[in-house]
């Protein structure tokens, strides 16, 4: 079976958030599973591409709307095991330092995926399943059925997954010109709400629609940044399907960007290494439990709740120590380095992206805050637990298939809402648990031990594959 992954990212390529750890893995792992999976993605003009030589598949011209297009697609030359990954180059449209966030986004997109359908349609071999990922890609579902350009994939199945419906895509039907000739009879398969919505259009015609994570699913229906209606008519076409991680990168045992390597019957010693690595370097006391948070500053994230929690938590308990790595909002940025200034010794911040130092955190961190309003899967929660590290997290999503509170017997702590007072509770619930070592450690080695490989879910996709290639 033959299946094309169609992404706007992929670790270690190009990342922005959980969606390229997913890309950077699943296909891997389904080629395991018998699946000749490829990824196709576009060239960015990123550190690990420039660093990286590239050989031409092949090239073509593309026109849209009376505008050219040349169109080159590249592989990675000397790393076997990105000879799965394509790159769509389209100078001075894709090729740019950043992935998102340019005024003309919609046609750098929508261009990119008229440049994936024109290739695959000159394919000897057709693939089976063409999977698209998020609104970036949305776009190619309606696509293939309703463009006679693209005819010759119409009876290729085609799965969408939502990674994050809170980003829709939506643009104005101005911009209709920028999608090949298509029967205008059908243009309500575009819109939602009066506009072109790409994550509405590939809800509609993608042949299965999946979630990453069956909680989500159901969230979904009741709660989707204007979606709640379509997600629940379609919800018998719609599965959920968790996310996996990729134990070859995140294992503490050979964890290369973290100092001091680890097992399950090392964890203590090797996790004290590491947070004193971190201890010393932030100006932090490693006597103190440590707690962390990983991600960007955004409402979804409650990273605003958060800041205000650690704020008021600080104010009267100076037992633990906080450190936070991630970037997002100016103005919660600007708190958090306030909070820098004013509890020095307890919390400090990274503003910005470091993949090494995420790793080094979930290595030393005894905690890991997860307050999230809003979280389809996460990935962070499944690190922490690989590395021994005690999520705490909110009930929603993901987090609440992945993550059981201790009080039921499971590995993490979490709570209903994303408060004050619910992080305090918590934290206080932490600061218990950290006094009493032999549970403590416990549950860290509980954690550590189980297993939240792709495996399963590349077996569950596989089963989603069949179901529509037998047909």
């Not at 399943?129 to 309703?146: E, K, N, R, S």
């Not at 575009?190 to 994570?213: F, Q, Y």
């Not at 080695?445 to 792709?454: I, N, Q, R, T, V």
Request: glycine share 6%.
């Amino acid at each position: 079976m033959q299946v094309v992954h169609v992404s706007a990212e992929c670790y270690p390529l190009a990342k922005v958030g959980g969606l390229a750890d997913v890309i950077g893995a699943l296909p891997k792992y389904q080629q395991q599973h018998k699946t000749n999976a490829k990824v196709i993605m576009p060239f960015y003009d990123t550190a690990f591409i420039q660093t990286h030589n590239t050989a031409t598949v092949t090239e073509f011209e593309l026109t849209i709307h009376q505008k050219n297009y040349t169109v080159s697609v590249l592989q990675l030359e000397e790393d076997a095991m990105m000879d799965t990954i394509f790159l769509i180059k389209i100078p001075q449209l894709l090729d740019r330092e950043r992935i998102y966030g340019y005024e003309d986004d919609v046609e750098r997109f929508t261009t990119f995926q008229n440049a994936v359908l024109t290739w695959i349609c000159n394919w000897q071999d057709l693939p089976d399943i063409i999977h698209c990922h998020d609104h970036h890609t949305g776009l190619i579902p309606f696509m293939t059925l309703q463009c006679p350009a693209y005819s010759a994939l119409k009876t290729i199945p085609t799965i969408f997954s939502i990674h994050n419906a809170q980003y829709q895509g939506q643009f104005s039907h101005d911009k209709q010109f920028l999608l090949p000739e298509f029967d205008h009879n059908h243009v309500g398969l575009l819109d939602w709400d009066g506009m072109i919505n790409p994550m509405a259009a590939a809800i509609k015609c993608a042949w299965k629609v999946t979630t990453v994570s069956t909680s989500y699913l159901q969230e979904l229906q009741k709660k989707a940044n204007g979606l709640e209606h379509l997600l629940a008519h379609e919800k018998g076409k719609s599965f959920g399907i968790l996310n996996g991680i990729d134990p070859d990168i995140w294992n503490p045992a050979t964890d290369p960007m973290i100092v001091k390597n680890y097992t399950m019957d090392t964890f203590a010693t090797g996790k004290k290494k590491n947070k004193t690595w971190i201890c010393d370097s932030y100006g932090l006391d490693p006597e103190k439990p440590l707690f962390a948070f990983i991600g960007r500053f955004v409402y979804e994230k409650a990273a605003d709740v958060l800041s205000a929690a650690v704020d008021a938590f600080l104010t009267h308990n100076k037992e633990l120590s906080v450190m936070i790595l991630g970037s997002g909002s100016t103005a919660i940025e600007d708190e958090l380095r306030i909070l820098q200034e004013k509890y020095q010794g307890n919390f400090n911040v990274h503003i910005g992206y470091n993949e090494q130092l995420s790793h080094r955190i979930y290595a030393g961190a005894d905690f890991l805050l997860m307050p999230s309003r809003v979280e389809p899967c996460g990935l962070n929660q499944l690190y922490a637990l690989r590395y021994g590290t005690i999520p705490i997290v909110r009930e929603t999503g993901g987090l609440k298939d992945t993550v059981i509170d201790m009080g039921d017997d499971g590995v993490g702590i979490s709570h209903r809402h994303a408060s004050i007072h619910d992080i305090h509770h918590s934290i206080n619930r932490a600061l218990s648990l950290y006094k009493d070592t032999s549970k403590y450690h416990s549950i860290q080695k509980k954690g550590m031990k189980l297993d939240h490989s792709w495996n399963a879910s590349a077996q569950h996709y596989k089963k989603l594959y069949l179901s529509v290639t037998k047909n």
